[in-house]
């Protein structure tokens, strides 16, 4: 198979999963609470659907978030996760605002309906689960499985993006394939964030990857992941 029509199947792909989650995860919402002091820190694998009802979450709240990948197979974060949890299961949410941990999707929804989004339910509802789980069976085994890497970076790379994104969730997945932990910054449609973003990369477009040890700042998901695969893949 040629790398172009790889690559063509692949955004194809991306975007079904896209289709699937009926714009979960594309707009922040109109009303929002207080904003965290820290980012929160998130235990996940990109194919997992309960993971992924809590990014979109994240992203109708315009919240940042540490993630700390943990695909099968994974061994840099996962024995983290199991001490910290108890058990190597994601999603896993550590709020460092109020000191809470949690596990299970329900319990993370509530935590940032209550904190952050002033109490309002969240426009992500239950019934969008079974959703979520045909949405990662059409995934295949992207974003699932570890992928053979150097060393962790010194510093954690950092990523503009919002989940429904068909391009950012590409970049999302083989950064969970790497094992390599990132700042996610949301900016969904109408994010507060987005003037302070265009300010800094030129242009309302992501994915937008910035890597501190290398100094490296880029668009486009193709040059991402050839820059990823170069730097950090073994």
């Not at 289709?19 to 996940?44: K, N, T």
């Not at 978030?65 to 999603?91: D, H, M, N, S, W």
């Not at 590409?170 to 094992?179: G, S």
Request: hydrophobic fraction near 40%; charged fraction near 25%.
């Amino acid at each position: 198979m040629s790398r172009k029509l790889d690559r063509d199947l692949n955004v194809a792909r991306s975007w079904t999963v896209s289709v699937l989650r009926l714009g979960a995860g594309w707009s922040v919402r109109s009303s929002l609470g207080p904003r965290p002091a820290q980012p929160l820190e998130l235990y996940d694998f990109e194919r997992c659907p309960h993971c992924r009802v809590v990014r979109e979450a994240l992203s109708e709240l315009d919240l940042d978030v540490a993630i700390y990948p943990c695909p099968k197979g994974g061994t840099r974060f996962r024995p983290q996760l199991a001490a910290l949890a108890g058990k190597e299961r994601v999603p896993f949410l550590v709020d460092p605002n109020t000191g809470d941990r949690l596990l299970e999707a329900s319990a993370i929804l509530a935590h940032l309906a209550r904190h952050y989004g002033g109490g309002a339910a969240l426009s992500v509802p239950i019934k969008l689960r079974p959703l979520s789980v045909i949405a990662s069976l059409s995934s295949g085994a992207h974003g699932k499985h570890v992928r053979p890497s150097k060393p962790a970076p010194a510093q954690p790379l950092e990523l503009w993006s919002f989940e429904i994104s068909p391009y950012c969730r590409l970049v999302r997945e083989r950064l969970c394939e790497l094992e390599l932990p990132y700042l996610l910054h949301n900016v969904a449609k109408g994010s507060a964030k987005r003037e302070a973003f265009v300010a800094r990369s030129g242009k309302m477009m992501v994915p937008y990857l910035v890597d501190p040890n290398t100094g490296i700042a880029m668009h486009e998901s193709a040059d991402i992941l050839a820059y990823l695969d170069a730097t950090y893949g073994a």
